[in-house]
């Protein structure tokens, strides 16, 4: 593996870097008091648009993307400093349309999509003229376990009817959220990974009800949010069913290896801008008539820290790296490993740095607090670490248990 960054890498890069110190970091507080002070805080805050005019004319768009034809051609490996950037702001992967679960469902569109399917709703997702929402969690069952799900996706002729409740659909709230992939069982008898099927469901299409928004330690995150969601009789026209019926775990997992690289650097450009506010405010605040950083076992912990992240970026970009050389299924165990490593090192590093910063820690004067629930969110989303390091053991067990049956 090489560790230098591509030249084609190194270009975005140093742009994307420029363009959050330049705007995106000093656009936040506008765009949280826009927020506050608006008559309906889930109504687009004006300034993000002006960012996305911005980025987009700058040519910053879709960089998650690795074909040139819909985004920037970059690898994983290429792309994953760049979202590591955009992990330092909340706001800075809608500037760039890098958006989770728009992602996810564009990926989904460009592999599986049909051309109907690209032509309605790929391109305004590309154009960032709309959002989407992805409906794969559901309240009743334990969806660490995807094969439990209850909420069905039945072929009846010509149309596709879906029954069924989710919740935990980011992205939902959004006013420009016009569709979601909702994944349901079609058919019951198949092989267990051949029973389901995702399909494209308008978000104003009959039988589609946003019950609530669920809060998130107390906050709801306007204007995108978390929403329960029920469809009842849903019936969409075949064609709406994305690769045909029972290829939704085909789909899900070509969906989620991209994606938890993505989240993973994110995770860590939490951890990096966590890091850099404990360093400064170790640095600045006096107590006892020493700086912090010279009291008690700050100095470890921010040694600690920083070995911590280096270690976790280390360990995504080597999944990155399998990704593009081997591909999702030879990378499975390095996708897991991160996903169970880089949002834990996030959260231990931003709860560092909120201690440090005593009272202010929590407020909402540095952006710590809402840092702290990204990542414990993160360690839950896309599946919980208890599921990652269940499939690490096997996949480490696998060849040992190879050679055992082979002795015997």
Known sequence: MDFAHSAKARHFIDRVAAFMADHVIPAEPLYHEQIRSAPDPWAQPPVMEELKARARAAGLWNLFLPDEEHGAGLSNVDYAPIAELTGRSFIAPEVFNCAAPDTGNMEVLVQYGSPEQKERWLTPLLEGAIRSAFCMTEPEVASSDATNMRATAIVEGDEIVLNGRKWWSTGIGHPHCRFVIFMGLTDAEAPKHRRHSMVLVPLDAPGVTVRRMLPVFGDLHPPHGHGEVTFEDVRLPLSN?????????????????????????????????????????????????????????????????RMAIDQARLLTLKAAWMMDTVGVKGAMSEISQIKVVAPSVAQTVVDQAIQMHGGAGVSDDVPLAGMFAAARVLRLADGPDEVHRALIAKLALKPFAAELAAAR
């Open 241 to 305: 069913v994305i690769a045909g019926p029972g290829r939704g775990f085909e789909i899900a997992q070509g969906r989620l290896g991209p994606g938890r690289i993505h989240h993973c650097m994110r995770a860590i450009g939490i951890a990096e801008r966590a890091f850099e506010l404990m360093c400064r405010r170790s640095l600045t605040r006096t107590a006892f008539g020493a700086p912090l950083a010279r009291l008690g076992g700050n100095g470890d912990v921010i040694a600690n820290a």
